[in-house]
């Protein structure tokens, strides 16, 4: 007899399968366990014999990578999560999902791993740039809406990671510990609209453990998600999240990546012997062919008919000034050229902005905006001066096609070649810049022994310059046919840090402008992806030394001067590749590098300096009331340039509003915990987390949740509740733009309860709208309140009849005069 599985207690309906229902009996038990564990580390297996082809995977969720993670085919880079997030907008959201799936059917992709919607929980979460928000309710109506939008053009979305996977420190091994009601009211609830109204077609398991059980062989799979959810969806892992056969008992379907992976004949050999019911690997398998027919990846299936967006490049632009928050601004904002003569742009990232966040999120645009050409080009006329200021984007980067060329081709570039056993040649290509990826011999089962990487470099600037590798292995450099370095780089235990902050080796090498080097390089890589042996990450390039406090001094004085001799400062600061990526926490909210000096003695010199914030997540700005303007761009995305100028100018206003808190210093932060203890990260703040903790621990932050400023002014008035159903209640609200031009307006409603009789924030948000009102015209706005936005989980949803207060606002603080809303009893 059979172990009874937790699975088998929650059969599914047929009716609801879209395929035909005897293509599981059709197969051996063999063919069915194949299906469950990738083929490929991007793709499903396949199976001819009933027609279904590989379907393959991607990461998003601000852009499609596609298979191949290299320059050859390059990817559209949308605004970070945190950008959308601020942006408060469903239709904004929907709308990029539908960009998102455009670009998905462009690179033969069939699922978009995204979005990511775990909780800004710590200002010091590593992902918090690729998250929406610290709200669970703003974070829940964006998901569902990019979901929405993905799967309307016949691509699947991926909600994750489920659950509780707000850090990045030991994700692989750390157990949340977290009460029933704070998982229900937040980490759950951020999840449960992308399924129960956008019909999410997948989830995706996270790393972490939630209450001792790891999230691949956790309950939560089985409810909510199968059960109260009603997901009738595929539950993929996180890339090597399965560890265990008993994650096969659970709702888990796909094991990513593949063709191994800890299932496969363990899993037959398991069924076989009855310690999993065979009925359970059936319900896998149909749900995996439920998704094949959804994106036409199953004979009798065609592939959804689509209409491209028209213009997924302005779409990125668009979106970014919508995600843009206007923190501060004295009236310098917008500034007219025609008032200007002079403008000085000041920041490492004038040049190098860092459009992105860093890990699997990750994309390579064909090109990229810079504030310096947006700005250049929208003040035609004006003269714009740069300074570096301080160096942010230092370290090791990798050549840019532009400085090397390709000994074989005479095109820009590099010939690579990558060798087996006994020196054979695997293959040879062409590549465009000097970062390697290559998942493709492990998929082919080759052992690749060696590389070559030949290229000619020609230097901008007569200098010493570093020029070497970065990756674990063993890599020698030759340098116009002279060995001129060796060395060997050991592996990093962080996997991610691996792949996007790697150990470099380089060598001192005397450049002068406009005279080529050789290079060629030979490397034997070691092999850093666990579970994807064979696998390959290398990049060769350059290294920025560290400066002499003389050298930093000399820049800041620089920038000084530009700025005292110009009508206008505009600095760009920002975090760089090492403070915000996957795979690690950050140690603090400080700006890299000598930038709060730069700042500070600029705007000393000229008082109409604007700042512009290009950071994924909160920073300590301790400068932030002194300067003229301060405007948070977070990630970007490629048009970062062209956005940043259209805000500047005003042919367009930052749209955008706070979704998280920012704090003036770390330590008023209420929750900063990201490093598990002994393994155990305690969620011991309960329900109270962002601006809910603010409130409870009565400090002030630098910024509140929802703050945001923009272009015109506006009067709100005449608020009023309906009275509630069994359904809920509409809040109706006036809102007049009172200014001088069109504008966005973000109205936001808040809830509290001041003497219920369990434990709650000050308030909550309850319900929100975005809308453009043209100058001098009134726009009345209706947000239907749910009666279980008031609720509170206690073995199930609860609502406590009697009086809550209803406030409509501009922010968390910012509120108009509350009104009464009377809850029934049953």
């Known amino acids: 007899m059979s172990n009874p599985s937790p699975e088998s207690a929650h059969p599914e309906s047929v009716a609801d399968r879209e395929q035909?229902?005897?293509?599981?009996?059709?197969?051996?038990?063999?063919?069915?366990?194949?299906?469950?564990?990738?083929?490929?580390?991007?793709?499903?297996?396949?199976?001819?014999?009933?027609?279904?082809r590989e379907m393959i995977l991607s990461d998003g969720p601000s852009g499609v990578r596609g298979v191949l993670w290299d320059e050859r085919d390059p990817s559209l880079s949308l605004p970070s999560g945190t950008s959308l997030g601020a942006s408060w907008d469903v239709d904004l959201a929907r709308e990029y999902g539908t960009v998102v799936a455009g670009e998905a059917r462009r690179k033969g992709v069939d699922v978009v791993l995204g979005p990511t919607i775990n909780l800004h929980r710590s200002p010091l979460g590593g992902r918090h740039f690729e998250a929406f928000s610290e709200d669970p309710l703003l974070t829940g109506d964006l998901a569902a809406a990019y979901v929405a939008g993905v799967q309307a053009e016949g691509v699947g979305a991926t909600p994750k990671h489920y659950v509780a996977n707000d850090f990045e420190t030991d994700r692989f091994n750390a157990n949340v510990t977290v009460s029933e009601r704070a998982l229900r009211e937040l980490y759950l609830l951020a999840f449960e609209k992308a399924v129960t109204e956008a019909r999410a077609w997948l989830v995706m398991s996270a790393y972490n453990s939630i209450n001792g059980t790891t999230a691949t062989e956790n309950a939560l799979l089985a409810d909510p998600l199968k059960t109260t959810w009603g997901f009738d969806g595929v539950v993929v892992s996180d890339w090597t999240a399965v560890r265990t056969i008993e994650s096969a008992r659970q709702p888990q379907d796909l094991a990513m990546p593949g063709p191994t992976g800890p299932w496969g004949d363990d899993l037959v050999a398991a069924v076989r012997a009855g310690a999993?019911?065979?009925?359970?690997?059936?319900?896998?398998?149909?749900?995996?062919?439920?998704?094949?027919a959804r994106v036409g990846a199953l004979d009798g299936f065609a592939p959804q008919a689509v209409t491209p967006h028209p213009d997924p490049v302005g779409f990125s632009r668009r979106a970014a000034i919508a995600g843009s928050v206007l923190a501060r601004n004295d009236g310098i904002l917008p500034v007219a050229a025609s008032s200007l003569s002079r403008i000085a742009l000041i920041g490492d990232g004038a040049k190098r902005p860092r459009v992105q966040g860093g890990g699997s999120a990750t994309v390579i645009p064909d090109r990229i905006v810079t504030p310096l050409e947006g700005i250049s080009e929208a003040f035609a006329g004006v003269e714009v001066v740069h300074a570096t200021g301080a160096v942010v984007h230092g370290g090791f980067r990798p050549f840019d096609a532009a400085r090397i060329t390709n000994p074989v081709t005479g095109e820009p570039g590099a010939h690579v070649t990558h060798h087996g056993t006994d020196a054979e040649l695997l293959y040879?290509?062409?590549?465009?810049?000097?970062?390697?990826?290559?998942?493709?011999?492990?998929?082919?089962?080759?052992?690749?022994?060696?590389?070559?990487?030949?290229?000619v470099y020609t230097p901008e600037e007569t200098r010493e310059e570093r020029i070497g590798f970065a990756s674990p292995g063993t890599g020698r450099l030759y340098v116009d046919g002279e060995l001129a370095l060796e060395a060997t780089l050991e592996e990093d235990a962080n996997i991610v840090q691996a792949f996007f902050t790697p150990p470099s080796a380089t060598i001192a090498v005397p450049v002068q402008a406009g005279n080529p080097l050789e290079l060629r390089y030979e490397f034997e890589p070691g092999s850093i992806v666990d579970g994807i042996p064979g696998s390959l990450t290398v990049s060769f390039g350059t290294e920025t030394a560290p400066q002499s406090t003389g050298e930093e001094d000399a820049l800041i004085e620089e920038a000084v001067a530009a700025a005292r001799a110009s009508d206008v400062a505009i600095v760009i600061v920002g975090t760089d590749e090492a403070s915000e990526c996957e795979g690690y926490d950050r140690d603090d909210l400080r700006l890299p590098g000598r930038q709060d000096d730069l700042v500070s003695a600029v705007v000393a010199a000229n008082p109409r300096t604007v700042v512009v914030v290009n950071a994924g997540a909160p920073v300590e700005m301790a400068w932030r009331d002194d300067v003229a303007a301060v405007l948070l761009t977070w990630f970007p995305g490629q048009e970062f340039g062209g956005a940043l100028a259209d805000m500047l100018r005003g042919a367009a206003e930052p749209g955008g509003r706070l979704p998280t808190t920012w704090p003036a210093v770390l330590e008023d932060a209420p929750i900063i915990e990201v490093v598990p203890t002994g393994g155990q990260l305690a969620y011991d703040e309960g329900i109270h987390i962002g601006y809910r903790a603010w409130l409870r621990a009565r400090a002030a932050p630098a910024y509140p949740f929802g703050h945001g400023l923009g272009y015109t002014t506006w009067k709100l008035s005449d608020v009023q509740a309906s009275v509630p159903d069994d359904d809920g209640f509409t809040v109706r609200v006036a809102v007049e733009n009172t200014g001088d031009r069109a504008g966005k307006h973000v109205v936001q409603v808040y809830a509290s309860r001041p003497d219920s009789s369990v434990d709650r924030p000050v308030r909550w948000l309850a319900g929100f709208a975005a809308v453009n009102v043209d100058a001098g015209e009134t726009s009345p706005v209706e947000v239907t309140i749910p009666v279980r936005a008031l609720g509170h989980w206690e073995n199930g949803w609860a609502v406590e009849p009697g009086e809550y207060l209803v406030a409509v606002g501009e922010s968390i603080e910012r509120l108009l005069p509350e009104v009464v809303v009377q809850i029934r009893a049953d």
């Open 276 to 292: 999993v019911d065979e009925g359970v690997i059936d319900l896998k398998v149909e749900r995996l062919l439920r998704l094949a």
């Open 20 to 52: 035909s229902p005897d293509l599981v009996g059709r197969l051996t038990l063999e063919e069915k366990v194949s299906l469950l564990t990738g083929g490929s580390a991007w793709g499903t297996a396949a199976l001819p014999s009933i027609g279904l």
């Open 428 to 455: 040879e290509e062409e590549r465009f810049g000097g970062y390697i990826l290559d998942f493709g011999l492990h998929e082919r089962d080759i052992e690749r022994t060696f590389m070559t990487y030949s290229t």
